[in-house]
């Protein structure tokens, strides 16, 4: 009784990762026919957070195969006075930066909906305080969103 319960419960899920598996890789087929990455950076960005840090902001987004084919692309500009008027009016300054980043990365998201996945680097520069460099990266990709892939670029 015991094995026949197993080899039921093994040709369950055999018959599920089969079922699965066309839909992951008609997906991944879609994912890399086509992608537009669009990346700026925010150097020597001041903040008084933690004491007061210089940040180096990357940013790097994929636009939604919608996007593209309606040419629906959203300015950098107003992205980056997002990212601005966030850290500005961020309230808790002793969050990790981790904390602040991956929250950062989920507004600017909901914002654009045009985009597919976001990553957002954040470099700390050493300062008396944390004689050390740092960096949070987060990277984001929407449920059945293309993943962002930056290939051998210095981003």
């Keep these: 009784m015991k094995y026949r319960l197993l080899f039921a419960s093994s040709a369950l899920i055999l018959s599920f990762n089969v ?7 008609q997906s991944n087929t879609k994912c890399e026919q086509h992608q537009e990455i669009f990346a700026f950076q925010v150097p020597n960005y001041p903040i008084q957070h933690q004491r007061g840090a210089i940040l180096n902001i990357k940013v790097a987004y994929r636009l939604t195969p919608e996007a593209i084919t309606q040419n629906t692309y959203p300015d950098f500009v107003p992205i980056r006075k997002d990212i601005d008027q966030f850290l500005v009016n961020y309230p808790n300054k002793v969050d990790f930066w981790e904390i602040v980043n991956k ?31 740092r960096s949070s990266i987060v990277n984001s990709t929407r449920p059945q969103g293309c993943p962002l892939s930056l290939g051998n670029t210095s981003f």
């Design 19 to 25: 079922s699965v598996s066309p839909s992951l890789a």
């Design 103 to 133: 929250k950062l990365v989920q507004v600017i998201l909901d914002k654009y909906p045009q985009m597919s996945s976001l990553r957002i680097e954040m470099d700390v520069f050493p300062t008396p305080g944390e004689p050390f460099p």
